[in-house]
T-cell receptor, first 115, second 110 residues
Framework: EPEVTQTPSHQVTQMGQEVILRCVPISNHLYFYWYRQILGQKVEFLVSFYNNEISEKSEIFDDQFSVERPDGSNFTLKIRSTKLEDSAMYFC?????????????FGPGTRLTVL | DAKTTQPNSMESNEEEPVHLPCNHSTISGTDYIHWYRQLPSQGPEYVIHGLTSNVNNRMASLAIAEDRKSSTLILHRATLRDAAVYYCILRTYSNYQLIWGAGTKLIIKP
């Protein structure tokens, strides 16, 4: 069964450093998403991406964040200058078609620890 | 966005049916009802969704009230693997994102 994959599974970085989280969505999917979940808290939407541009973003997704689909398979989330409060699980998701009647498929997540 | 209300937690015995309720009294006519779950230390996983009619798939059934102001996710025979947080989420055409609440933590007792 096709699945979303994410690398690395765990990333440790120093405050102020740049990190890139990588995702490989399901191959025939057209819509891509990033969510995050701070330990013990709710899942929060960050950004959605379609046709090589951002289609929706939350207030969390400020100028420190960017997304890119550099080739036909990868989808990346970059945090330019990490803060302690960026420590969280980051989940990538993809869907085949537009909401609302289509499910999103999630990856296993990347645990980001900012020291 | 229309909101949902779910119990914080529920307990059930293994191999018994589980009914997880969700209230969404402000649902609009174009809102779909989605259910996802998150097993411990894993990413969220799609369970089922519906608009007006009851729905069945290999994982669960979704029963939607006639006025659509509430719905119930039914796990027909819970296993220990079904222990997770279950989220009821409303989605409309204008939203790409999923808006998550606190969900219901389902505890399965052997």
């Amino acid at each position: 069964e096709p699945e979303v994959t994410q690398t690395p599974s765990h990333q440790v970085t120093q405050m102020g450093q740049e990190v890139i989280l990588r995702c490989v969505p399901i191959s025939n999917h057209l819509y891509f998403y990033w969510y995050r979940q701070i330990l013990g808290q709710k899942v929060e939407f960050l950004v959605s991406f379609y046709n090589n541009e951002i289609s929706e973003k939350s207030e969390i997704f400020d100028d420190q964040f960017s997304v890119e689909r550099p080739d036909g398979s990868n989808f990346t989330l970059k945090i330019r200058s990490t803060k302690l409060e960026d420590s969280a699980m980051y989940f990538c998701a993809s869907s085949e078609a537009l909401p609302p009647g289509n499910e999103q498929f999630f990856g296993p997540g990347t645990r980001l620890t900012v020291l | 966005d229309a909101k949902t209300t779910q119990p914080n937690s529920m307990e059930s015995n293994e191999e018994e049916p589980v009914h997880l309720p969700c209230n969404h009294s402000t649902i609009s006519g174009t809102d779909y009802i989605h259910w996802y779950r998150q097993l411990p230390s894993q990413g969220p996983e799609y369970v089922i969704h519906g608009l007006t009619s009851n729905v069945n798939n290999r994982m669960a059934s979704l029963a939607i009230a006639e006025d659509r102001k509430s719905s119930t996710l039914i796990l027909h025979r819970a296993t220990l693997r079904d222990a997770a947080v279950y989220y009821c989420i409303l989605r409309t055409y204008s939203n790409y994102q999923l808006i998550w609440g606190a969900g219901t933590k389902l505890i399965i007792k052997p």
